[in-house]
C-alpha cells in the first residue's frame, strides 16, 4: 500500500485553507472552485478546525444564518484529529471509522500540515490495491 506522503504528492496540490474569520461564502466559494468538500482552518499557521459541506448543512442552511455574514469560526468543526506521515492508509481509515471523522490534516516532521486526506482518497487506494492484489493473484493463478 502506498505511503501517504505518495497519495500527498499524487494530489499534486497543498491543502486549501481558510482562516477562521473568512466568511462562508467565501470558504464555499473555495470549495467550488477546488471541487473539494471540505477545507482545513487555520490559524497562526496551526490547524483549528475543519469546514464541510456538513457543517454548512447544519449549521448554516438550517440555522437561518447567511454566508455572507457567517465567519467560519462559528461553524467550523473543532475536534482536529491529525495523522503524521509515518501512519498508514490502514491506519487513517481506522481513525476515521473510529472517530467519526471523514478528513485528516497530515503533519510533517516539523508539525507544520503538509496535506489534507479524506475519507474519498482513503478509500480510492483501498480499493486501488486491492485492483492490484487481484490482478497478480489472477497472474498467478494462470501462469
Known sequence: MKSLKCLLDEKRRGPILVGPTDTVFHALNLMAQH????????EQGRPIGIFSERDYARKVVLRGKTSKD????????EKVIYVTLSQTVEECMAIMTDRHVR?????????EVVGFLSIGDMVKETISQQKFIIEQLERYITS
Open 103 to 111: 478528513h485528516l490534516p497530515v503533519l510533517g516532521e516539523a508539525e
Open 35 to 42: 471541487d473539494i468538500g471540505a477545507l482545513l482552518v487555520m
Open 70 to 77: 457567517t465567519p467560519v469560526r462559528e461553524v467550523m468543526s
